[in-house]
């Protein structure tokens, strides 16, 4: 199923803007800073398309399907979310949703059961303190049932155009420990230690960057190194 790039609000300039400190600049220090402005100079001209892969219209959409896609990959979730949609189109509507038809809706996903609760409640919490609506501050998202600070990035990012912080996944924390730019294993750490090396403005966008690397190129137990156009500056490359 081909990704859709829906209209998105536009940009917040107030919350683009860095409010000081070396990540708002996309200042890094020593030599990781130099290979992180190289390696996102080199993945913009590679991957001039990169963009959100989960399908969606709105924040309610986008907010349900990354959800779904904890533990899964966004081409099972594109399959499942047409139906989920058209039988729940609206947060009020997922909130009077029974537990067992959602668990059915979605048991292709895997841990189905944890999903759809924190589906329900999810949206029962929109309903309930927000007017049916999804927020667009990090604090409220993280407050919702089934929402981590991952997921809240990737609403933030990718529909308000919110540049909070950096969506580390499995490939994102694979390649930016193969690039040497962390050596963290927990995710938050990673975001936070990558959140110093790229600029504000594209802390949203490096996430897409490397999860399409990832994907085609620096695919794990199997990097394509001879076609990696970051292997210049990749110190574990295999050639």
């Given at each position: 199923m081909t990704s859709r790039k829906p209209?998105?609000?536009?940009?917040?300039?107030?919350?683009?803007?860095?409010?000081?400190?070396?990540?708002?600049?996309?200042?890094?220090?020593?030599g990781e800073g130099a290979r992180a402005?190289?390696?996102?100079?080199?993945?913009?001209?590679?991957?001039?398309?990169?963009?959100?892969?989960?399908?969606?219209?709105?924040?309610?959409?986008?907010?349900a399907a990354t959800i779904l896609s904890a533990q899964c990959t966004d081409v099972r979730v594109?399959?499942?979310?047409?139906e989920l949609f058209r039988r729940y189109p609206t947060p009020a509507a997922l909130a009077r949703?029974?537990?067992?038809?959602?668990?059915?809706?979605?048991?292709?996903?895997?841990?189905?059961?944890?999903?759809a609760k924190n589906l329900i409640a999810m949206a029962q919490a929109l309903v309930a303190e927000h007017g049916g609506e999804v927020p667009d501050t990090m604090e409220a998202l993280h407050a919702l049932p089934g929402v981590g600070r991952k997921t809240a990035n990737v609403v933030l990012g990718n529909w308000y155009g919110i540049n909070e912080g950096i969506t580390v996944d499995?490939?994102?924390t694979r390649i930016a420990r193969l690039l040497k730019l962390t050596k963290q294993t927990d995710a938050v750490k990673i975001e936070r230690?990558?959140?110093?090396?790229?600029?504000?403005?594209?802390?949203?966008?490096?996430?897409?960057?490397?999860?399409?690397?990832?994907r085609a190129v620096c695919i794990a137990n199997r990097p394509k190194c001879g076609e990696c156009v970051i292997a210049p500056h990749c110190p574990s490359r295999l050639i």
């Open positions: 209209a998105r609000r536009p940009p917040s300039p107030a919350r683009e803007r860095g409010t000081g400190g070396e990540g708002a600049r996309g200042r890094g220090l020593g402005r190289s390696v996102l100079r080199v993945l913009k001209r590679a991957y001039p398309d990169a963009h959100c892969a989960l399908d969606h219209k709105n924040a309610y959409q986008l907010l594109n399959l499942v979310t047409p949703g029974s537990q067992g038809e959602v668990e059915e809706i979605i048991r292709s996903t895997g841990f189905f059961r944890n999903k499995t490939h994102v230690e990558l959140m110093a090396l790229f600029p504000r403005a594209d802390w949203t966008l490096i996430s897409h960057l490397l999860i399409s690397h990832g």
